[in-house]
T-cell receptor, first 115, second 109 residues
Framework: EADIYQTPRYLVIGTGKKITLECSQTMGHDKMYWYQQDPGMELHLIHYSYGVNSTEKGDLSSESTVSRIRTEHFPLTLESARPSHTSQYLC??????????????FGPGTRLTVL | GQNIDQPTEMTATEGAIVQINCTYQTSGFNGLFWYQQHAGEAPTFLSYNVLDGLEEKGRFSSFLSRSKGYSYLLLKELQMKDSASYLCAVRYNTDKLIFGTGTRLQVFP
């Protein structure tokens, strides 16, 4: 069973607020990812990290930022939320080992609504 | 460019067999994954193919043809709890995934 957690699960917030979505995993995985998913649409990679102090932007441009100060923690921040940021945000992690499947394990997601 | 196609919706009856197809065009192919996602929940890993052929895992099997850019997920002895979205995802370069839009499967009694 995957041990990856996201808080909050649901967030409704007004325009202009700063928000941080939390993601933590207890599997010791080096790699972590943030995806954005709109209803009925595919997951889009917005950020990823290969380890502490390593962060990269994903394939979908996002105004959010991320940090990776500890292996287990990969928070995502929006400095000024807008209605266009309304979406579901999924965090995932995977192991680094070569020659293995290294599937990504997903957290339960945060459903963000910006009014 | 990177592209994955799969049917949007499928329906089947309990106890039946259903095949969900996925075609892809990607560079740097490094494996194909199938995930199951129930409404409002996280995707969960079902299967992985990196070489051509069939991988069987209980009621679920997945097939890959790299030359054709084609995969399918086969679900046997369908149960009501199998109603979910099934996501095809291709890993490219080292470990980045590109996902299809998912196939929403509804199983009827």
């Amino acid at each position: 069973e995957a041990d990856i957690y996201q808080t909050p699960r649901y967030l409704v917030i007004g325009t202009g607020k700063k928000i941080t979505l939390e993601c933590s995993q207890t599997m010791g995985h080096d790699k972590m990812y943030w995806y954005q998913q709109d209803p009925g649409m595919e997951l889009h990679l917005i950020h990823y990290s290969y380890g502490v102090n390593s962060t990269e932007k994903g394939d979908l441009s996002s105004e959010s930022t991320v940090s990776r100060i500890r292996t287990e923690h990969f928070p995502l921040t929006l400095e000024s939320a807008r209605p266009s940021h309304t979406s579901q945000y999924l965090c995932a992690s995977s192991d680094r080992g070569l020659g293995f499947v290294n599937e990504q394990f997903f957290g339960p997601g945060t459903r963000l609504t910006v009014l | 460019g990177q592209n994955i196609d799969q049917p949007t919706e499928m329906t089947a009856t309990e106890g039946a067999i259903v095949q969900i197809n996925c075609t892809y065009q990607t560079s740097g192919f490094n494996g194909l994954f199938w995930y199951q996602q129930h409404a409002g929940e996280a995707p969960t890993f079902l299967s992985y193919n990196v070489l051509d052929g069939l991988e069987e895992k209980g009621r679920f099997s997945s097939f890959l043809s790299r030359s054709k850019g084609y995969s399918y997920l086969l679900l046997k002895e369908l149960q009501m709890k199998d109603s979910a979205s099934y996501l095809c995802a291709v890993r490219y370069n080292t470990d980045k995934l590109i996902f299809g839009t998912g196939t929403r499967l509804q199983v009827f009694p």
